[in-house]
Nanobody, 123 residues
Framework: QVQLVESGGGLVQAGDSLRLSCAASGRTFSSYAMGWFRQAPGKEREFVGSIAWSGSTYYPDSVKGRFTISRDNAKNTVFLQMNSLKPEDTAVYYC?????????????????WGQGTQVTVSS
């Protein structure tokens, strides 16, 4: 069983930066692919990016160049650095873990989820 706890959300202004953290329990964290998703009110959950066990990353066009995912396997933590934030980035952000080494953009690929952290970007 893996438990994920996100932190770092908050209220920021457009153009600001924010870094989210996701702390994971479990001894096999380094072998998991990790993903970030977000869900705005009234909208479906949206893929934000993923990082494989190797450190390779994958982003959708909506955040590419603004968001960066990294991981610190020694601390069982994955990060989501968000720059140049826009009001449309407002959502609850979720961290997810996959028991596979590589995972993509589908929620069904992930086995464990955090409780989410709210990010609000004001204009």
């Amino acid at each position: 069983q893996v438990q994920l706890v996100e932190s770092g959300g908050g209220l920021v202004q457009a153009g600001d930066s924010l870094r989210l953290s996701c702390a994971a329990s479990g001894r096999t964290f380094s072998s998991y692919a990790m993903g970030w998703f977000r869900q705005a009110p009234g909208k479906e959950r949206e893929f934000v990016g993923s990082i494989a066990w190797s450190g390779s990353t994958y982003y959708p066009d909506s955040v590419k160049g603004r968001f960066t995912i990294s991981r610190d396997n020694a601390k069982n933590t994955v990060f989501l650095q968000m720059n140049s934030l826009k009001p449309e980035d407002t959502a609850v952000y979720y961290c997810a873990a996959s028991t596979k080494a590589y995972s993509g953009s589908y929620s069904s690929e992930y086995n464990y989820w955090g409780q989410g952290t709210q990010v609000t970007v004001s204009s």
